[in-house]
Each structure stands twice: as C-alpha cells, then as structure tokens.
C-alpha cells in the first residue's frame, strides 16, 4: 500500500511545481520589483496673466512608458505674466528666480544636471510678438539668461502656437486618464474602448478646443495628426487669439464705455476708475480704439447688473454672419460638430466651480449654466459680497466670464443639452493639473512613443508565453503519468 502512495508522489510533485510555475506567471512583476528611482522635468508655463511651474516626476527604468508621468509639485511666480515686462525684460527674468530656486530644492542635486527644463510661452507673449517683435525676443532673452544659469538641462525657451498649445492640452488630458493606452494588471499593455476627450482651455488671452474627428478638416490648419503608441489621431483644433478671460474683460470694457457709458456686466453699487490705456493699448480693443484719446484719463464706470444687456454685449464678440466652410463655429472658422466627451480646464473650470461651490447653483444642464449666469449677473455688489466668503479675487467680473462661457459653448462651439451632458468641468486629473505644459514635455522628451510599448516589449511578451506553455505542458505530462500510475496501480490490485 505504501509503495503504491509513493509511485504517485514524482507525478504529483511534478504537478505542483507546473501550478506554482503558472500562479507566479500570474502575478502581478510589478508587484514585485523595488521601487524605481524617479527622473525630474520641469515646464515654466508662461501665460499672459502669470507664470506657473511645474516639476513632473516618472519612474527611471524605461519599461513602464506610460501613464507614469505625474506632477511632484508645482510653484505660482509672483507678478503679472512674462509679457507684462516688455518696459524692463531683466525683471522678467528676475521673477522666476523664486520658484527656480525651489526646484532645486525639490529636484534631488544629483538630478539636477539630467533635468530637461523648458519655458513655453502662450497668448500674452504671442499678442506681445504682434505689437512689437522687438520687446518679445527681449523679453524671451532675458528669461534665457536667467534659466541657462541654473544647472538644469535648459532646452530652450519658447512661444507655442495657438495649435501646440490646443493640442498639448488634449494630448495632457487623454494621457492622465489613460485614453490612449492602460497599463493591465498582468503587467500588459492595452488599448481603452472609451476613445479620446475633447479639450477646452480658457487662458487669459485665448482660448483653445481640440477634439478628435472622424473625417479631415475643411480648413488644413485646423487638422493635427498624431501617431500615439501606434495608434493614428486626427484631431480639429483651434486656437482663438483675444477670446482669453482678460482680454475679453477688455473688449467689454471697451464696448461699455463706447455704447453705454455704464457697465452692464457689472453689479449694481459698484464702480471703478477706468485708466484708457490699460483698455485700448491690448491689440485686442484696437478695433474699438477712439480716434483720439489720451491714455492716462482716467473714467468712472458703474455695473448695472443687467444679464440681458451684458449679453448683449458679449454677443458682439462673436461674428456669426460668414462662413465660408459647410459648417463654422463662430468668426468664419471651420469647426465640425462637437463630438464625444469633452474637458474644460483652466477659467473654464474656475467659473463652472464658481457657480457651483460659491454660488451654490447646479450646472448639470445648458438650460441650469444659464440660470446660473442670470442669477449672479442679476446680483447687485452688496449681495455678492455677502454670498461670498472672505476675499474674492475679480469679484466684480464673475458675471462677464460666465456670460461669455454660456455664450461660447452655446452659441460659439455649438453645444447642446445631449453634447453638454458629455463635459466635465475639471482642473486636475488626480495631482496633476490639467493643461498644455505636460503634454509639451512628453514630447519634447520623446516620451509617447509612436508604436506601442507592447512592440519592445515583445521579447517579454513572448518569452513569458513560452513560460505559460512549458508550465502547461509539464501539467499535463504529470496529469498523463499520474493516470497511467493509477491505472496500472488499480490493474495490479485486481489481479
Ligand atoms: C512632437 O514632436 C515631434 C518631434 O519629436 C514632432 O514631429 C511632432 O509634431 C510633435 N507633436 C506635436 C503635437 O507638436
Ligand atoms: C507602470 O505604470 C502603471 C500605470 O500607470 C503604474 O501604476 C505602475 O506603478 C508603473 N510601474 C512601475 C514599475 O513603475
Ligand atoms: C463679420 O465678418 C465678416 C467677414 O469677415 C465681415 O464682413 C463683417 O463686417 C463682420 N461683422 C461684424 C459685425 O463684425
Ligand atoms: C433680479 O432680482 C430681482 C430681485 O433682486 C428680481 O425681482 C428679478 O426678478 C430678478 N431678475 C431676474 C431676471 O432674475
């Protein structure tokens, strides 16, 4: 009895090693591995109104390419924005020193050297370029001087197009909630069903959408094609110069002192001192510039709170009276219908959370965002002030930018209550903020490759389905001993 016991047991041991051979097979390697030793970029985003820095941080082994590249922390510059110093360009400079000197702190010393570090400029800078290229390349000079002093891998600073800028956000987004490609828990990559995000940024100067469409563009310069982890993209964007939150806030001050003498968009029992030149000197108002004025006068303007005038107001921004394409969004620009899920990012979030956490008022619908802008238009200045806790930056201006994006989306892009419903108001995408300054650094760095990361990884790929088969079959060799060990045992007991 105990001979026959112990001819089963090689079968069986056998058995057990080809199990134990497939559940670690199964397991999770990355589950495994040690911690990676992390690899630092850093992006100055240099928009009109102020700069931001970012330091993003990813594992070193270069395995793992995707969805991997997070935001270790980020620093606000003070003062204006970049273009703000076109009279004294050094101070340009100078104003970054602060969050530049944090980065060396936060960036380990023995990274410093290996850490590509970029400045992207945006709108401010681009409406600088129009108005005097001179100032602009003084300005983008002197912020060069200041960071080639630093001991990072400084690759250059830069103005994007309003196309880089649109696409970079779109490309930030969909790569942070994992649209292109995902990381399985096998350890594999795969492709997403869910498709891409479309993307809507609202900077202080222009503002951007992008979204993947299904045939070409009428307008080439409308079209971006991209090649992601071996996926093809073709994506409509545009890029609108003067449509950003301060710039439009100018256009309206300038269309208020010009048509009404008041100011409708703002609440009631409040007025400022207007100085001209702030408002006429943005190439933006050029086209509402009187003949004559003198710059340093200074006018009385008082809100109104009237939402139906301030409309009104805002509505002349748009041109909707050409269009040379089958289908524009608004100034003669070709846009097709609005399709998928989009992402408002930047002033676009900072208004919706607005209404919504300070206002208290809903924005599920197209039909709710614009209750919500009469509401608060219809707000005179002692009302707000006492809906609003604490101190409230650009209080007075909350009514004009909703409007505006009220009007933009409806009127301008050409949402609607069942396209509405597919946006989400965002500006982070777990600790990362969403916005065009990752996606520039993923491909400057040559981090989104072209072909997927399951090509180089084929030789793993294939080398871990040997493994499976050859633990499959010494499973069954064992099966087919362990068989053959209890028939024979049970054919020699009947005899
Ligand atoms: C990204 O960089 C490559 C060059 O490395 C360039 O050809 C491509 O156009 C860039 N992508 C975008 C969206 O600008
Ligand atoms: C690889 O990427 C995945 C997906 O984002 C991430 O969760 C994981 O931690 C990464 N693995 C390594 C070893 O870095
Ligand atoms: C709208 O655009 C067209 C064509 O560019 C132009 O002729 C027209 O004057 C514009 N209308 C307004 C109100 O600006
Ligand atoms: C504006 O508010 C007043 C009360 O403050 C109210 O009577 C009026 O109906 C409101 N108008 C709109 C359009 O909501």
């Known amino acids: 009895m105990a001979g026959k016991v112990l001819s089963l047991l090689p079968p069986l041991l056998l058995a057990a090693a080809g199990l134990a051979g497939l559940l670690l097979l199964c397991v999770p390697t990355r589950d495994v591995r040690e911690p990676p ?54 101070r340009a400079g100078q104003s970054l020193v602060e969050c530049l000197d944090q980065a060396l ?40 001087q200041t960071l080639t002093q630093y001991p990072f891998d400084f690759r250059g600073a830069h103005i994007l197009s309003g196309q880089d800028e649109g696409v970079f956000g779109w490309v930030t987004a969909n790569y942070l909630l994992e649209n292109f490609i995902k990381y399985g828990w096998v350890g594999q990559w795969f492709r997403p069903r869910k498709g891409t995000l479309g993307a809507m940024d ?31 993209y073709r994506v409509y964007t545009h890029s609108f110069l003067c449509y950003g939150r301060d710039q439009v806030l100018l256009r309206l001050l300038a269309g208020a002192l010009q ?22 000197e943005s190439p933006c108002t050029v086209a509402q510039r009187p003949q004559t004025f003198t710059g340093s006068t200074r006018v009385n303007l008082s809100g109104t709170s009237d939402p139906a005038l301030c409309r009104g107001l805002i509505l002349e921004l748009f041109n909707f009276s050409s269009c040379h394409f089958s289908q524009c969004s608004f100034n003669g620009i070709f846009q097709p219908p609005v399709a998928g899920n989009f992402i408002g990012f930047s002033a676009f ?48 201006d909350y009514c004009a930018v909703a409007t505006f994006v009220q009007q933009l989306l409806s009127q301008g892009y050409g949402f609607q209550e069942h396209t509405f419903r597919g946006v989400t108001f965002q500006k982070k995408a777990g600790d990362t903020t969403v916005g065009w300054a990752l996606g520039y650094m993923l491909n400057l760095t040559n981090l989104i490759p072209a072909e997927p990361p399951g090509m180089r990884k084929g030789t793993d790929l294939s080398a871990w389905v040997a493994l499976v088969l050859l633990c499959t079959a010494i499973l069954l060799a064992a099966a087919v001993l362990l068989l053959r060990r209890v028939r024979a045992a049970k054919l020699s007991s009947t005899i």
């Open 105 to 144: 702190q936060e960036v380990p010393r023995e990274r410093h050297v290996g850490t590509p570090l970029y400045l992207g400029a945006t709108a401010g800078m681009r409406l600088l370029k129009l108005t005097s290229p001179e100032a602009s390349a003084n300005v983008l000079a002197a912020v060069t």
């Open 259 to 280: 048509t009404y003498g008041f100011h409708p968009c703002w609440p009631r029992g409040y007025s400022s001192q207007v100085l001209l030149q702030d408002v006429y």
């Open 202 to 232: 609202l900077g202080g100067a222009s503002t951007q959408i992008t979204f993947e469409m299904a045939g070409p563009a009428e307008d080439p310069t409308n079209e971006v094609q991209l090649r992601l982890y071996g996926q093809h």
């Open 37 to 90: 030793a992390l690899k630092y970029g850093i992006v100055l985003d240099a928009g009109s109104s102020h700069t931001s820095m970012f330091i993003y941080k990813w594992p070193a082994d270069k395995k793992n390419d995707t969805g991997i590249v997070g935001q270790h922390s980020s620093c606000e510059v003070h003062g204006g924005g970049i273009s703000s110093y076109a009279d004294n360009p050094s």
């Open 349 to 396: 979030f900072y208004t919706v959370d607005f209404l919504r956490t300070v206002m208290g008022l809903p924005v599920e619908t197209l039909q709710q965002l614009e209750v919500a802008v009469v509401t608060i238009c219809n707000q005179t200045w002692s009302e707000l002030q006492a809906r609003v806790p604490g101190e409230q930056a650009r209080l007075p």
